[in-house]
């Protein structure tokens, strides 16, 4: 895991790569990679590299990047990790004609399978990645980010250069670079908690979408593809007991731990006391001869609107003798993270989640651990959110045989009368207009209440505009490729390719990476994602149980108890959090902010401080303090 940054020339007569520019984007990334950095440029001044590592496998210096292949002809920065290296890295030394220079380092693999089979390499990795790789043959820059998205990569491009990184800050070293909101991006925002590739909230600036490629030649010619689809490898599956798919998705589950096990460092477990933590902390001490080092967070006794998760999470340590770890935390932490928070962010991801995770990483690093293996995925692709149940027998309803126009007589009646709950008016009126009830698992605002909460200015640019605009292209790829186009699998796939890459990856990826610490993700291991996917709805939502299969199929492996206690999910008091003191810093800065921008409407912003959602403050917060940290003048 590490952090990588680049800068590649259309016209080395108007802007040369210089060092001191990879330094300073470099340096902007200490925090990812502790132990080491170096950088590479070109005599012509057309392409450089830049890497800050965090070293975790083949600890030596040979292993150190920017790497390059036996005649230099290749350059190669990468983050992530390729948990099949040694495999890979056989089957080449059988085919013979490569010179390795390093003992076992996954960096190594990279260079030499594109040298064997080309960029279609990729589809041998099992991993997690970000990758740059230089072809001076082809005169070709390649990025390239994982299947999943679990590895972010950014990019921004006019007419002499392309830079890239691991993240946005390392643009924002240069004075002179353009800083303003990209103002639609905003607009999806406040649905998602997000902004949806390829946008970000810095005009100007992009994101890889998870399982995307760019190919840039020398003349600044850009070419953008999907080079793998959750859907490609998704089909109907033989006949079989749920017996017998339970068997097999353990097949997978454990597969897909041990190959996350792959280190030179130590690696841990975050657990919640959750059924997914728990089955990862369960599978991941098979076998293994010392004590596994588990990370849990809980809520000192003030914050009384979340369970306290920590006895569960010590009777699943206490089960397989773990060297459990535990932390409390408290509105100080909160409050005091606060500046931090924003700073990692790089752009809002607008999940409180982000806190606890922040610390719990913390707390792994603290204690020798610079790996974790974490549960993300899991929810989304068995059927485990409350609120999934829910968007089930709304769309079912939606799927009735009453006419659009009667749908549109009920929301505005809804709307004229003032009767009827805001989202499940908002859910009607997507009937009405014959799309998906799902925009996915977010749902901040309303489209209603998003126009009331903008400007006049942005109220008028966004009428008759929606985010279904983000999704559109999502769906379409959905419809094209899914062999059972239900509820579930749309709810499934959106998540995957929106909510997940973009918030609950990020959350982890920025908050682990500020302190220099590997966030690995088995659930989302793309064999268990295919084998969720060719899973029929029915199978998945049998006797209307949420996780039903994953439950059959850790049931003896983990206590009844975790597996039968009602979902707490990774909760966080914001509610306490917004009644007490942040609340009111959040006021505060809140009309600070409202003051000097031109974003959202006063009255209506404070409606939502007032009668709205703890949450939806926290979203409203997010986005003013990272246009504060980033983009706010300064007054002399």
């Known amino acids: 895991m590490c952090g990588i940054v680049g800068a590649f020339s259309f016209n080395t007569g108007r802007y040369r790569v210089a060092e001191r520019q990879i330094g300073a984007m470099s340096d902007a990334l200490a925090h990812r990679g502790p132990d080491g950095d170096g950088s590479w440029i070109d005599e012509e001044g057309r392409i450089g590299f830049g890497h800050r590592r965090l070293a ?220 997914d933590s728990s089955t990862n902390l369960v599978l991941f001490a098979e076998g293994e001869q010392r004590a596994v080092k588990s990370f849990s967070i809980g809520y000192d006794d003030s914050q009384k609107s979340v369970a306290d998760e920590l006895p569960y999470a010590r009777m699943v340590a206490q089960l397989v003798g773990a060297d459990a770890h535990e932390l409390r935390l408290n509105q100080d932490d909160v409050i005091n993270f606060l500046p931090k928070l924003i700073h990692l962010q790089d752009e809002p991801i607008a999940d409180p989640v982000c806190v606890p995770v922040y610390y719990l990483s913390k707390l792994a690093r603290d204690n020798g651990v610079p790996v974790a293996q974490v549960g993300e995925g899991a929810d989304e692709l068995f059927w485990g959110y409350r609120s999934w149940k829910t968007f089930l027998q709304l769309q079912n309803a939606d799927d009735l045989p009453v006419p659009r126009f009667v749908k549109k007589l009920g929301v505005a009646a809804l709307k004229a009368t003032g009767h009827g709950h805001q989202f499940y008016t908002e859910y009607l009126r997507r009937g009405a207009e014959g799309v998906p009830v799902f925009w996915g698992g977010a749902d901040a605002f309303t489209e209603t209440t998003k126009r009331a909460l903008l400007s006049p200015t942005l109220r008028k640019r966004f009428a008759g505009y929606s985010s279904w605009e983000a999704i559109a292209p999502i769906r379409q790829r959905f419809e094209e490729k899914a062999w059972e186009t239900s509820t579930l699998n749309w709810m499934t796939y959106l998540d995957l390719n929106l909510r997940l890459p973009e918030l609950l990856l990020m959350r982890v990826d920025k908050m682990s990476m500020g302190v220099g610490l590997e966030a690995r993700v088995p659930f989302l291991d793309h064999d268990v994602v295919s084998f969720a996917l060719s899973l029929p709805q029915s199978v998945k939502t049998r006797n209307g149980e949420l996780k039903y299969l994953l439950k059959k199929a850790v049931r003896g492996l983990i206590p009844d108890t975790i597996i039968d206690r009602r979902k707490q999910g990774f909760a966080v008091p914001v509610d306490d959090w917004f009644k007490d003191r942040l609340g009111q810093e959040a006021r505060a800065t809140m009309q600070t902010f409202l003051k000097e921008t031109d974003f959202f409407d006063p009255l209506e912003v404070n409606r939502v401080l007032d009668h709205g959602t703890a949450a939806q403050s926290w979203y409203l917060l997010n986005f003013a303090l990272w246009w504060q940290h980033n983009l706010a003048p300064v007054h002399a």
């Open 56 to 275: 975790i496998i083949d600890l030596s210096a040979k292993a150190d990047q920017p790497m390059e292949n036996e005649d230099g002809s290749l350059r190669l920065v990468f983050n992530g990790e390729i948990y099949n290296h040694a495999e890979i890295r056989r089957e080449l030394e059988a085919l013979g004609g490569h010179r390795w220079r390093t003992d076992h380092s996954d960096t190594e693999v990279i260079i030499h399978a594109y040298e064997q089979w080309g960029i279609d390499c990729l589809h041998r990795f099992r991993g997690m990645f970000a990758i740059a790789l230089w072809d001076s043959r082809e005169q070709v820059l390649w990025l390239v980010r994982d299947r999943m998205g679990v590895k972010p990569l950014y990019y921004t491009i006019d007419d002499n250069r392309l830079l890239f990184a691991s993240e946005i800050k390392s643009f924002l070293v240069d004075p002179q670079f353009p800083r303003s909101v990209d103002e639609e991006a905003l607009y999806h925002y406040l649905s998602f908690l997000t902004t949806p590739a390829p946008q970000t909230l810095f005009k100007g600036v992009g994101k890889l979408a998870a399982g995307c490629l760019i190919k840039v030649g020398r003349d600044g010619t850009v070419e953008e593809r999907r080079w793998w689809d959750a859907l490609d490898h998704a089909g109907p599956m033989k006949a079989a007991t749920d017996e017998e798919l339970a068997e097999q998705l353990m097949v997978h589950l454990r597969a897909a731990v041990a190959r996350r096990k792959v280190s030179d460092v130590p690696v841990g477990v975050f657990l919640s006391g959750g059924i």
